[in-house]
């Protein structure tokens, strides 16, 4: 088991990777301070797998639990569906000393938290992560949110979690696509922050994908890690926390334009890694040995990395300019200047155009 914190002064969380731990939730949660009355937010897939045991864990521990379901996939990350939970928590009475626990991938885990930081002006919730992706970014951070039809993630709050509960054996049963898309986001971290983790990618590709515990953990504890650290300087995002969207300006832009239901959140992002880093050479920012050392990896471990035909410019252009990081009109890119290295590079419609071609 590994064990590190985000530190957040008086919000400062846990985060735990382990092996075989979903049954002791409830002991954790019954440490938190949370009234008897809980939510537990999943989908029916999930649900399924692990919604007995995680319940079972904490009704033992002397909770209520109160369960949710929501469909599977980013096109139900919603404001309907976020009302349909806030109208379940008050149909059920849940109060503001309630907690929720986020049972799943992204999708849940952004909609669970968004729901806690809004209902009754904001309750606890943890997250329960059952993805790869989620275990090593969407989880950890305090970014909650949900997609609207003209943007991905552009309704949503800065909220933390009060504990980060991992467990990789969740892996065990998630498919092979999302296990590979969960890689993107591990890989993200490699180029901007870790040249390490980068190469400890390339050489251990094969065990990874397995699941053999040591490198799986190392890999999601080291993402954790940097995550971690960004967030602790900037919660907010005013300045360095920024960095961690390398490949999401071009990956958002790609779910917006095919609707949210094309790509796995980590396929658009491996896309939009490699066109960015692809841009960065383009401004003489990085090396054409790096871009297709990034490129090299994206396709090792099975990831997309092109534009599909028949995505318009124009299209791509103009979700891109709604992006957060963009201001007064300006696309701004996280931009590799080697691996392990990145900056915010304010770049002109010409120039990205020309990428996209």
């Known amino acids: 088991m590994a064990e590190l914190k985000v530190e957040l002064g008086e919000r400062s969380y846990r985060i735990v990777i382990g092996s075989d731990i979903l049954d002791k939730i409830g002991e954790q949660a019954k440490g938190l301070g949370f009234s008897r009355r809980i939510g537990l937010i999943s989908n029916p897939t999930v649900y399924g797998l692990y919604g007995k045991a995680v319940e079972d864990s904490l009704k033992y521990a002397g909770f209520n639990v109160i369960t949710v379901l929501i469909p599977d996939g980013e096109e139900y990350k919603n404001l309907t569906w976020a009302s349909n939970i806030y109208g379940e928590l ?36 943890v997250q329960v992560p059952t993805t790869l992706l989620a275990q090593v970014d969407s989880s950890v951070g305090g970014k909650t949110g949900v997609n609207h039809p003209l943007g991905k993630n552009m309704i949503g709050t800065f909220y933390q979690p009060g504990l980060v509960w991992a467990d990789i054996d969740t892996l065990k049963t998630l498919p092979r696509r999302e296990l590979l898309a969960g890689m993107a986001e591990v890989i993200k971290y490699g180029v901007i922050w870790d040249r390490e983790l980068f190469e400890f990618l390339e050489k251990n590709m094969d065990s990874i994908l397995t699941l053999a515990p040591l490198p799986l953990i ?124 990145v900056k915010l590079e304010k770049v002109s419609a010409d120039k990205v155009s020309e990428v996209l071609r």
């Open 218 to 341: 190392h890999i999601i504890k080291r993402s954790c890690e940097i995550k971690a650290e960004v967030v602790s300087k900037d919660e907010r995002e005013t300045g360095l926390r920024a960095i961690l969207n390398f490949g999401h300006t071009i990956g958002h832009a790609v779910e917006t334009v095919t609707g949210y239901t094309a790509y796995l959140h980590g396929e658009a992002v491996a896309i939009g890694m490699n066109i960015e880093a692809r841009l960065s050479a383009l401004l003489n920012l990085l090396s054409s040995a790096d871009v297709d050392r990034i490129k090299s990896l994206l396709t090792l471990y099975g990831l997309p990395y092109e534009l599909p035909v028949g995505i318009g410019k124009d299209n791509m252009l103009s979700a891109m300019k709604i992006d957060k990081k963009a201001l007064a009109g300006e696309m701004r890119f996280v931009l590799p200047e080697k691996i392990g290295s």
């Open 90 to 125: 008050l149909k059920l009475r849940l109060d503001r000393a309630s907690a929720l626990i986020a049972l799943g991938g992204g999708v849940i885990g952004d909609i669970t938290g968004f729901v806690a930081s809004t209902y009754m002006r904001g309750i606890s919730f």
